[in-house]
């Protein structure tokens, strides 16, 4: 694995076309009826999957302006041993591993029952969808080298 983080192109200029109906997915996704609050968390979990530092500091960033406290978002890696999430938000998360992790896991059918509790067939199809755009803008991430922002203060501490 590379420690190079120089961004390799920018994608959103190289293919504006590209991104537009991606944007209009994501758009779709964050208005779909799901809890805002439990889209960021998937968004956070899959990105934590993936290693997205890109993704990563956007969707904590976004879920603390949100309210969302900061144990429950430094405890989303380990949320299987935290009884600071909701059944539904357990369910939610286990789904976005096992959707993540499709090419290991195959999806298998603890998760389906697990979210098939928690949430309508409406709020499941929602739910895959957003957990597959996540996956998409991840993977253009990662490949891609997006750097995240880093302000004065984080910079002079990394120097």
Not at 44 to 69: D, K, V
Not at 97 to 114: L, M
Not at 119 to 129: D, G, K, M, P, Q
Request: charged share 25%.
């Amino acid at each position: 694995m590379s420690t190079d983080l120089t961004p390799r192109m920018n994608p959103y200029k190289a293919a504006p076309a590209a991104y537009k109906p991606l944007i209009e997915l994501q758009a779709y996704t964050d208005q779909c009826g799901l809890e805002p609050s439990l889209l960021e968390l998937v968004k956070t979990r899959a990105s934590q999957i993936n290693g997205c530092a890109f993704c990563l500091e956007m969707h904590t960033r976004e879920a603390r302006a949100a309210g969302e406290s900061e144990a429950r978002l430094y405890l989303l890696n380990a949320w299987h041993e935290s009884p600071l999430y909701t059944d539904r938000e357990r369910a939610a998360l286990q789904w976005t591993e096992a959707v993540t992790r499709v090419s290991e896991t195959g999806v298998p059918d603890e998760a389906w029952k697990a979210v098939s509790a928690a949430f309508s067939e409406a709020e499941i199809a929602n739910l895959t969808v957003a957990i597959g755009m996540i996956n998409v803008w991840n993977r253009l991430a990662v490949s891609f080298r997006s750097l995240h922002p880093v302000t004065e203060e984080q910079q002079r501490k990394t120097a």
